[in-house]
């Protein structure tokens, strides 16, 4: 008989402890997991999260030849090289590479799933193979990266998106949470974009403008890669 997934979601980091028995899924749609997993497809070697950009400078000074990466505010830190858009991890750039990054939310997600036996990156951009990669998981929990420790629609929207996909397989929202986050599942590529736009974070970044504004609609495409990454 087909295992029947329970899916568990923690609409932010710190909602309670990833098990060490689950697979999780790393979910931060605008913009940390997005743009890892095109930095992954791209060639990069190895991500090594970090808290905070002091201590992704002390793992640099010990790596001397991984990039450093990450943002605060949305922005690169200063004296770092790569900042938190997609659009930096070109082959030519990344390919190769370990890339310490600390950004503002996703790599603190990543780090409090550090139990969990796998860590998956999760996005729209990935979906597809996101599920397949979770497909014979019996537990699974989905971890919302949100912003600055509060709840982020478009992550809670990404972890309904995918509880609704594993219906087929008779996959059980487990708890609270899950079913909340199922009822705000996005229906098509349309529904993606407004949930993503419209989210908090969203208007921020596309207040900024330029390559920033082009980010929240690269982190709306369904799919765009077919590959899921464990990190």
């Keep these: 008989m087909p295992t029947r997934p329970a899916v568990r979601v923690l609409l932010t980091p710190d909602a309670e402890r990833v098990p ?14 997005s743009t890892l997993t095109f ?14 950009p002091e201590a992704a400078l002390g793992l640099k000074r010990r790596d001397p030849a991984a990039l450093l990466c990450g943002e605060r505010g949305g922005r690169i830190v200063p004296g770092f090289d790569l900042g938190n858009s997609p659009a930096e991890y070109a082959p030519g750039v990344v390919g190769g590479r370990r890339l310490i990054f600390a950004s503002t939310n996703g790599s603190i997600a990543l780090l409090r799933a550090g139990a969990a036996r796998r860590r998956i990156l999760g996005a729209f951009v990935n979906a597809s193979a996101v599920l397949r990669a979770i497909a014979d ?18 992550d809670a929207a990404f972890a309904g998106y995918l509880i609704q996909a594993l219906a087929p397989r008779d996959a059980s929202a487990d708890g609270p949470a899950a079913r909340f986050a199922a009822a705000l599942a996005p229906r098509d590529s349309a529904e993606v974009r407004t949930a993503l736009e419209s989210s908090s974070h969203g208007r921020y970044l596309r207040s900024l403008g330029g390559e920033f504004l082009r980010d929240v609609e690269r982190c709306a495409e369904i799919d765009a890669l077919d590959r899921a990454f464990e990190v």
Excluded at 20 to 33: F, G, P
Aim: a negative charge; hydrophobic letters at 55%; one cysteine or more.
């Design 39 to 52: 930095a992954l497809a791209n060639g990069a070697a190895e991500i090594v999260p970090a808290a905070t």
């Design 20 to 33: 060490a028995r689950s697979a999780a899924v790393i979910v931060d749609v605008l913009r940390a997991t």
């Design 137 to 154: 998981e019996p537990h699974v929990t989905i971890v919302c990266a949100g912003q600055l420790g509060r709840f982020g629609l478009e």
